[in-house]
């Protein structure tokens, strides 16, 4: 039996991100193979197939922001990823204040 190759594997061999891998995935171009209901893979062959037919870009990565408004994107992003571990520290500040003070 070969062996499957990952989603890291994949977008490694097509030189491509991960995101991209799925998106094509999605795209109907490759088939890949739920193992335990959530992790893909991928037979090599496949992978290979796709890797001659088709012609990737090469990721350059998202633009960085620059000028007046760079300090707002920035934030942005930051407080889009990282709210719940934000609000879980404020939840928790608030809780440690209620048990100190009320013993």
Do not use: H, N
Not at 18 to 27: A, G, N, P
Not at 65 to 90: E, H, I, K, N, P
């Amino acid at each position: 039996m070969e062996k499957l190759w990952t989603t890291s594997e994949v977008a490694q061999c097509l030189g491509v991100t991960e995101v991209d891998v799925e998106e094509l995935v999605r795209q109907g171009k490759l088939t890949g193979y739920k193992l335990g209901g959530q992790f893909l893979r991928f037979r090599p062959g496949q992978v290979e197939a796709l890797k001659g037919a088709v012609a990737f870009r090469p990721y350059v990565g998202k633009p960085t922001a620059r000028g007046a408004g760079a300090w707002r994107q920035r934030m942005q992003d930051f407080l889009y990823f990282y709210d719940f571990y934000l609000v879980s520290a404020a939840f928790l500040a608030v809780l440690l204040i209620y048990l100190v003070a009320a013993g």
